[in-house]
């Protein structure tokens, strides 16, 4: 293909993908290549992407980014799950807490045990038994690692942030460990003429900048995998249909919620990101069943403070780029292609596109086969997280608009039809092999939905109707004392 040594590599784009990549890339392969990142402060980057999921603090430590710099510099604060209203049906409310639920069973999910309890009427809501839910609706966080004097499982624990503001911090470090950045608009690609393969760059001053991989980080427009090398797209729109949001930022309100909330409206979803110094919110939505001026309109009369900006409309195609990796370029971030952000999923997907590409770095040069493996991995990892995505818009009960009856009625990919089948009929449901939804988040969401499994595991049954009654309270019982405990979110936050 290309056995060129990978000596300078070129990153289009500084949004959040441009520089985890850069930051990324250069703590672990060091003065082995050149990193030269070039954005443009005149196009700006999305500003949206403030939510995320525990795997960040993983990301962080690998930068060498601690803690408390990283929340004090991006204004950040606690996500201990996300929270749905209305998505079931009208008035339900239930949440994707993350960490564990009640106690684990070898062989047995917990939630078969509560099932049983159910059944024979003794047992309250699922969420009773989530330790990451009470602390969130009681507005409550520490660091626990595990509930004292038993084994059962802590808080699991992600980030609210700005996003300018971590982009800011990311660019400061990798500047420190020798990316080199270029202020431009890039306006040109050559090609080479033999394999088709990007030689260069070229920003609107004329300035000429060669590479021998080049990472598209340019956002939704793609520069380089699609507009230069049309490597195609696999559109989900069928499935994921909402294709537009508005975002605007308003003043914080009191208390700082340790949760993401994201509430259905009659055609899509709000989103609500409380940082430390104000909330962000959103409206995503479908065209076809809402206007950009509707959309406005609710969106403003929502809002918990005074709007800090003008509404800022974005609009996008659910789905993926056909090739995450073609000839030398590899796109991460928005250019590699977007699933909504409804579980905060694409930054992970960033921090897991380049750790990939570490795994598969071309230091000796482009070779088919692993190019193969890296579109291989990527490509699934897609779609385990699109068919958990498109789960919340298929199980809803809500009668009150054609979007919704609409979403009822699609056919969804057949993996996730079995999953849901297997499911109803026997509570099970199970992980498949590096997904990264966890079997308790699919029960969550699931069960949050009304999909109330028919049977449980027979298992459940080496525990008599007294002995999961006496489980289930004692549960309870330790999971609020616990919680109790907890300081209050903000006085965390102060702390720091
Ligand atoms: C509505 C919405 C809400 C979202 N919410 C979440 C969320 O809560 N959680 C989450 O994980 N993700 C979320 N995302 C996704 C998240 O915003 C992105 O994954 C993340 O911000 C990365 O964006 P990016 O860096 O790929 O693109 P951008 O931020 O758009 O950056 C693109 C960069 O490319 C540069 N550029 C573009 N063209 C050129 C050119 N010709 N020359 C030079 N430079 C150029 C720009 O200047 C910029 O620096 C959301 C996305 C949307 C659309």
Same mark, same amino acid.
């Given at each position: 293909?290309?056995?060129?040594?990978?000596?300078?590599?070129?990153?289009?784009?500084?949004?959040?993908?441009?520089?985890?990549?850069?930051?990324?890339?250069?703590?672990?392969?060091?003065?082995?290549?050149?990193?030269?990142?070039?954005?443009?402060?005149?196009?700006?980057?999305?500003?949206?992407?403030?939510?995320?999921?525990?795997?960040?603090?993983?990301?962080?430590?690998?930068?060498?980014?601690?803690?408390?710099?990283?929340?004090?510099?991006?204004?950040?604060?606690?996500?201990?799950?996300?929270?749905?209203?209305?998505?079931?049906?009208?008035?339900?409310?239930?949440?994707?807490?993350?960490?564990?639920?009640?106690?684990?069973?070898?062989?047995?999910?917990?939630?078969?045990?509560?099932?049983?309890?159910?059944?024979?009427?003794?047992?309250?809501?699922?969420?009773?038994?989530?330790?990451?839910?009470?602390?969130?609706?009681?507005?409550?966080?520490?660091?626990?690692?595990?509930?004292?004097?038993?084994?059962?499982?802590?808080?699991?624990?992600?980030?609210?942030?700005?996003?300018?503001?971590?982009?800011?911090?990311?660019?400061?470090?990798?500047?420190?460990?020798?990316?080199?950045?270029?202020?431009?608009?890039?306006?040109?690609?050559?090609?080479?003429?033999?394999?088709?393969?990007?030689?260069?760059?070229?920003?609107?001053?004329?300035?000429?900048?060669?590479?021998?991989?080049?990472?598209?980080?340019?956002?939704?427009?793609?520069?380089?995998?699609?507009?230069?090398?049309?490597?195609?797209?696999?559109?989900?729109?069928?499935?994921?249909?909402?294709?537009?949001?508005?975002?605007?930022?308003?003043?914080?309100?009191?208390?700082?919620?340790?949760?993401?909330?994201?509430?259905?409206?009659?055609?899509?979803?709000?989103?609500?990101?409380?940082?430390?110094?104000?909330?962000?919110?959103?409206?995503?939505?479908?065209?076809?069943?809402?206007?950009?001026?509707?959309?406005?309109?609710?969106?403003?009369?929502?809002?918990?403070?005074?709007?800090?900006?003008?509404?800022?409309?974005?609009?996008?195609?659910?789905?993926?780029?056909?090739?995450?990796?073609?000839?030398?370029? @590899? $796109?991460?971030? %928005? /250019?590699?292609?977007?699933?909504?952000? #409804?579980?905060?999923?694409?930054?992970? &997907? !960033?921090?897991?596109?380049?750790?990939?590409?570490?795994?598969?770095?071309?230091?000796?040069?482009?070779?088919?086969?692993?190019?193969?493996?890296?579109?291989?991995?990527?490509?699934?990892?897609?779609?385990?997280?699109?068919?958990?995505?498109?789960?919340?818009?298929?199980?809803?009960?809500?009668?009150?608009?054609?979007?919704?009856?609409?979403?009822?009625?699609?056919?969804?990919?057949?993996?996730?039809?079995?999953?849901?089948?297997?499911?109803?009929?026997?509570?099970?449901?199970?992980?498949?092999?590096?997904?990264?939804?966890?079997?308790?988040?699919?029960?969550?969401?699931?069960?949050?939905?009304?999909?109330?499994?028919?049977?449980?595991?027979? @298992? $459940?049954?080496? %525990? /008599?109707?007294?002995?999961?009654?006496? #489980?289930?309270?004692?549960?309870?019982? &330790? !999971?609020?004392?616990?919680?109790?405990?907890?300081?209050?979110?903000?006085?965390?936050?102060?702390?720091?």
């Amino acid at each position: 293909m290309d056995n060129d040594k990978i000596k300078n590599v070129v990153i289009v784009g500084g949004g959040t993908a441009g520089w985890i990549t850069a930051a990324l890339l250069t703590k672990t392969l060091g003065k082995t290549v050149n990193i030269t990142l070039v954005e443009s402060d005149k196009i700006g980057i999305i500003g949206v992407g403030e939510a995320t999921i525990p795997a960040i603090i993983h990301l962080n430590n690998a930068i060498g980014l601690d803690e408390k710099t990283f929340i004090k510099e991006t204004n950040a604060t606690i996500k201990l799950g996300i929270e749905f209203d209305n998505w079931g049906k009208l008035g339900d409310s239930y949440m994707h807490a993350f960490g564990g639920i009640g106690k684990n069973f070898p062989f047995c999910d917990f939630h078969h045990f509560w099932l049983k309890a159910k059944q024979i009427g003794n047992a309250s809501s699922y969420w009773d038994y989530s330790l990451n839910y009470q602390a969130a609706k009681k507005n409550k966080f520490d660091k626990l690692k595990g509930i004292e004097g038993t084994n059962l499982p802590g808080v699991e624990y992600a980030y609210h942030f700005d996003a300018g503001l971590y982009a800011k911090l990311l660019s400061k470090f990798s500047q420190n460990m020798g990316v080199t950045r270029i202020e431009g608009i890039v306006n040109k690609v050559n090609l080479k003429n033999d394999n088709g393969f990007v030689r260069s760059i070229v920003i609107e001053t004329g300035l000429k900048i060669a590479g021998d991989l080049f990472i598209d980080c340019t956002g939704l427009k793609a520069l380089l995998i699609e507009q230069t090398l049309s490597t195609g797209f696999e559109d989900y729109s069928h499935w994921l249909p909402c294709d537009r949001a508005i975002a605007v930022p308003c003043e914080s309100v009191e208390p700082i919620t340790p949760y993401t909330r994201s509430t259905a409206h009659e055609a899509g979803w709000q989103w609500r990101i409380p940082l430390q110094h104000r909330i962000g919110n959103g409206l995503v939505y479908s065209s076809k069943y809402m206007s950009d001026e509707q959309a406005k309109e609710k969106l403003l009369s929502q809002l918990d403070g005074k709007p800090l900006a003008e509404p800022k409309v974005i609009p996008f195609k659910t789905g993926i780029r056909r090739k995450q990796w073609h000839k030398n370029v @590899i $796109a991460i971030g %928005l /250019s590699s292609g977007f699933f909504e952000p #409804l579980e905060s999923t694409n930054i992970h &997907l !960033i921090q897991t596109a380049v750790i990939r590409l570490l795994k598969f770095f071309p230091h000796h040069g482009i070779k088919p086969m692993e190019v193969t493996e890296f579109n291989r991995q990527s490509k699934i990892e897609s779609e385990q997280m699109r068919d958990f995505i498109i789960l919340h818009y298929k199980l809803n009960q809500r009668d009150d608009s054609d979007f919704w009856r609409a979403c009822q009625r699609m056919e969804v990919p057949k993996t996730l039809t079995k999953k849901m089948a297997l499911f109803a009929q026997s509570g099970k449901v199970f992980r498949e092999q590096d997904e990264l939804f966890t079997e308790i988040a699919w029960q969550q969401v699931m069960i949050g939905q009304n999909l109330i499994p028919q049977d449980y595991h027979p @298992i $459940a049954n080496s %525990l /008599s109707d007294e002995q999961v009654s006496d #489980l289930m309270n004692n549960l309870k019982t &330790l !999971i609020d004392r616990t919680v109790d405990n907890l300081p209050t979110h903000e006085i965390f936050l102060e702390a720091l």
